[in-house]
């Protein structure tokens, strides 16, 4: 299993390095307008005008946990967690992966939005520029990949090793991991939807963040044992 695991992580960090090479050279433009402005359509169609401004806001709010500095305090907190046997009272230094995957990811974001130099979507498609999250209005020049998706889904992944998988009854795994996954689309439509990425950058994220995320769950299965 932990084989398996490994191998799935490596073949999904190759893919976005691939991906990102088709990014960089203009693939998915067209599809990228049209899902913003479909997704964007059918939430605000599906919702009343005086509740439009809300969901926005909700959205805002729901992408803060996979913001970066939400997210080095989860991963810290979960690589302390992993870190300490609390039957042996010692220290498993394994758990260490979690912050260096995580390092690893940065990078990635980091590549994406210094090398592929993807656009970001324009400012006339940004939904409620002022909101309780103000600091979310800034509007960067490139968008690839999400670093929303990317930590989300990474947080999530992790999550589930460390605390499904050795916690959970059997009865409870299902709702939890779509508990996850629900997080994780959230976020997703949510950095759409208010007009900071575009879907490319979403699913460039989800190979990165999921490609860090199962060599950690490989790496930390070890320790459920």
Avoid: C
């Amino acid at each position: 299993m932990k084989k398996k695991l490994l191998i799935v992580g490596g073949l999904l960090l190759l893919g976005f390095a691939l991906f990102s090479k088709e990014i960089k050279q203009g693939a998915m433009r067209n599809m990228d307008f049209a899902a913003s402005v479909k997704i964007q359509e059918k939430i605000d169609n599906s919702s009343r005008l005086r509740t439009a401004r809300l969901i926005g806001e909700v959205m805002e709010g729901s992408t803060f946990l996979a913001s970066p500095e939400v997210s080095v305090v989860a991963v810290l907190v979960l690589t302390a967690f992993a870190g300490w046997d609390r039957k042996k009272k010692r220290i498993r230094w394994q758990a260490a992966v979690i912050s260096a995957l995580f390092a690893l990811l940065v990078l990635g974001e980091v590549y994406g939005k210094t090398v592929v130099h993807h656009p970001a979507p324009p400012f006339f498609m940004i939904k409620n520029p002022t909101t309780i999250f103000p600091k979310y209005y800034i509007n960067d020049e490139f968008s690839y990949p999400s670093g929303h998706a990317a930590r989300a889904i990474f947080i999530a992944v992790v999550s589930y090793s460390l605390f499904v998988i050795r916690y959970s009854r059997k009865k409870r795994i299902l709702w939890m991991i779509g508990g996850f996954a629900a997080y994780v689309a959230l976020v997703s439509i949510s950095r759409i939807y208010l007009g900071h990425h575009w879907l490319s950058d979403i699913l460039g994220g989800w190979l990165l963040g999921g490609g860090a995320g199962l060599i950690s769950l490989a790496t930390l299965s070890k320790l459920q044992q």
